[in-house]
């Protein structure tokens, strides 16, 4: 396979969940580095958004492999971005949109001859019992929680799609695995400025947990590299390279709206117990919407968290194209504009991960 770099000459991608926080913005960098984009929508109004980027919009839906097909005539490189993200919610629609919709993205792309899928699956999917893990390489194994339907759904997802590599002559597969994605537009932010402003806001252990994130401009240009430079099934880490605490970077990200947490905070034990009974409750009541708090929640963000991203520097060629410092003084800009970041930062273009719609 001949490596094309960032900047490959008028080939052909469809994105899914290009409506959504990540796929816009892989959009914006996929046209900016000269690619023909397409982006799936299964209703009229994603499919606007995806044409409002610039980008082809294709009618079709994640359960329809079918569809899928279709759209995928003619294509090189599938980046599949849509996923269903929450903290909570039976396993069932997780694997609904997360498993079967990846596998039908599989079949399809197989059938319509496209060299390669690019998979934006999560650094949770490593995450066992509530532990800290420092520089975590992808020699570790898949997880399945049964608190955490939504890293379960990708790791499963991310495994049907390796094993697929190769399964057909000239056909193969890619995984990137991002921890928390961040960046202008993040849709978790808004929630937290709103828990914040309610006075609901608490640190859980003090907020001095070490993590690892990745802004969404370096995520997008660590998928570009994957589509040329990738080894078949291979699953790759990728980061910012800087770790930081949570304690410290959500109250960067916060200070990006004027907003200031308080220091209060709550003990890891106590709030996973509290989580489990809060569980329990939705679940016997059948309660609409969210519990307040999450075991998955506090999976995510509850422990030491660290990825070692080595081996994408070593097979991509990646590093980090903006820094966590310029990202948020970027975002704290009210005049920037999100989907122009390529051009307001000049070599660049999920929170914990991406909403994006199919």
């Known amino acids: 396979m001949t490596p094309i770099s960032d900047s490959p000459t008028r080939r052909t991608a469809l994105v899914t969940g290009g409506s959504g926080f990540v796929g816009g913005h892989l959009i914006a960098r996929l046209l900016k580095t000269g690619w023909q984009v ?3 929508g299964r209703s009229g109004s994603s499919r606007s958004a995806v044409a409002a980027l610039g980008a082809e919009p294709r009618e079709a839906d994640l359960a329809n492999a079918d569809a899928l097909e279709r759209a995928m005539e003619g294509v090189d490189t599938v980046f ?4 269903h993200f929450k903290l909570w919610g039976p396993l069932r629609v997780f694997r609904a949109m997360n498993v079967d919709g990846t596998r039908n993205v599989v079949t399809a792309a197989e059938r319509a001859g496209v060299r390669r899928v690019v998979y934006v699956s999560a650094a949770a999917v490593v995450m066992g019992h509530p532990q800290p893990q420092h520089r975590v390489t992808e020699d570790l194994p898949l997880q399945r929680m049964g608190f955490a339907p939504y890293s379960a759904s990708k790791a499963d997802a991310e495994e049907l799609l390796r094993a697929a590599s190769g399964r057909r002559k000239g056909f ?3 995984a990137i695995r991002p921890p928390m994605i961040w960046g202008p537009d993040m849709p978790m932010l808004d929630h937290m400025v709103e828990t914040v402003k309610a006075g609901q806001f608490r640190w859980v252990a003090g907020g001095g947990q ?3 994130t990745c802004h969404v401009d370096n995520l997008c240009h660590a998928l570009i590299l994957a589509a040329d430079q990738g080894k078949d099934g291979a699953a790759y880490f990728v980061s910012d390279s800087v770790d ?3 304690k410290s970077f959500l109250s960067r990200l916060l200070a990006t709206r004027g907003v200031q947490p308080d220091d209060r905070g709550v003990p890891f034990r106590f709030a996973w117990t509290i989580a489990g009974i809060m569980g329990a409750v939705w ?3 059948r309660l609409k919407g969210e519990p307040p708090l999450t075991r998955q929640m506090l999976r995510l963000m509850g422990k030491d968290f660290t990825v070692d991203i080595s081996r994408a520097r070593k097979d991509l060629g990646y590093g980090p194209v903006l820094s966590p410092e310029d990202g948020l003084r970027l975002m704290a800009q009210p005049a920037f504009h ?3 970041s390529t051009s307001a930062t000049g070599s660049h273009h999920d929170a914990l991960n991406a909403r994006a719609e199919a």
Not at 80 to 83: D, L, N, Q, S
Request: without cysteine.
């Open 38 to 40: 397409r982006g799936i």
């Open 80 to 83: 599949h971005v849509a996923a």
């Open 172 to 174: 193969s597969t890619v």
């Open 210 to 212: 070490t993590m690892s």
């Open 244 to 246: 930081t605490t949570l």
């Open 283 to 285: 679940r016997l009541l």
């Open 338 to 340: 999100v989907r122009d």
